[in-house]
């Protein structure tokens, strides 16, 4: 089943105008907003759709306050959505929308939904890495610009507790064609892609006491992105969780940000690629396999 990318995240929210000052900070763009939802967009237009959490059209939450309510992942065509729809109607509910959404529940009972990829093409700028002893990256006698706006281009991954990363490892590989890209050893986390998708994980489960959501992972170009990203989220007062570093597996760098959506969101660049030929490993879940490098780190949290 070709499932290509994330292009939406749906999330319930106590406080709408926390939750729409952040993702104005955090460098989306505002596409439409009423007293009731906002709905934010990143460069290819994957959409970050803001609801008030007692909204009674929302899926049901799998856990008390602020956290994701549905993700919304993009096909290759209707094709595929029938052929979802056939494997999940088998053992849950899995219906249609009047707009040819389909919407279902995961094995954690996390909304899930899909639809035709709707994203734009994306078309990054060139490199801005000058490599000492290679020809020039950038263009001879030019500064970078450390005042130009970070602007995420897309959903990287999404991170959700799960109480049984096994069970919904298999729902994912086995139902909807997820590959393991690596995995925490003992149950403890599974990296995921989809299987359109070249990158490392589009999907991390991760054991917890309770379910809900971990944290968003937007991609911006570089690690000077991250960086300034970062610093103008300090700037305007969100709290930090985690980073600036680089994670050990997958060989992304990273900035976690406390967010009112529930969890927390990331800055984040430089992703490995994978395709049939990778190597899927295991891992112990140990902070020293978990981040390279790190001015700070908890995993657990």
């Given amino acids: 089943m070709p499932i290509q990318a994330v292009n939406s995240v749906v999330l319930g929210v106590e406080d709408l105008a926390a939750a729409r000052r952040f993702y104005t900070d955090f460098g989306l763009s505002e596409a439409t907003t009423a007293a009731d939802r906002s709905d934010f967009r990143t460069l290819d237009g994957t959409e970050i759709n803001l609801r008030r959490a007692d909204d009674p059209a929302l899926p049901p939450a799998v856990v008390d306050g602020p956290t994701v309510r549905e993700i919304v992942w993009g096909v290759d065509d209707a094709a595929t959505l029938d052929r979802i729809a056939d494997e999940l109607a088998k053992d849950r509910d899995a219906a249609f929308d009047a707009d040819g959404v389909l919407h279902s529940r995961d094995d954690d009972g996390y909304g899930i939904a899909f639809r035709v990829d709707r994203r734009d093409a994306y078309v990054p700028p060139a490199p801005r890495l000058n490599l000492y002893g290679a020809p020039p990256a950038r263009p001879v006698n030019q500064r970078i610009d450390f005042a130009e706006p970070i602007r995420p281009a897309s959903v990287a991954h999404v991170v959700l507790f799960s109480t049984d990363v096994i069970a919904a490892t298999r729902f994912y590989t ?7 890209s690596d995995m925490f ?7 995921l892609r989809a299987e359109g998708s070249g990158y490392h994980h589009n ?13 968003i992972a937007f991609a ?3 690690f000077n992105d991250v960086v300034l990203g970062g610093k103008t989220m300090l700037a305007r007062d969100w709290t930090p969780k985690m980073g600036p570093g680089r994670h050990l597996i997958g060989s992304n760098y990273f900035w976690y940000f406390e967010s009112p959506c529930g969890g927390a969101m990331e800055l984040t660049a430089d992703m490995d690629r994978a395709d ?10 140990v902070p020293s396999n978990t981040a390279a490098w790190s001015t700070s780190f908890n995993p657990t949290r």
Wanted: charge should be negative; avoid cysteine; glycine fraction near 12%.
């Fill in 174 to 180: 086995e139902r909807l064609g997820f590959r393991v």
């Fill in 203 to 215: 999907l991390f489960l991760i054991r917890g006491e309770r379910r809900g959501l971990h944290h």
């Fill in 220 to 222: 911006v170009n570089d």
């Fill in 185 to 191: 050893r003992e149950g403890r986390g599974a990296f």
């Fill in 276 to 285: 049939d030929d990778w190597e899927v490993r295991e891992w112990d879940f």
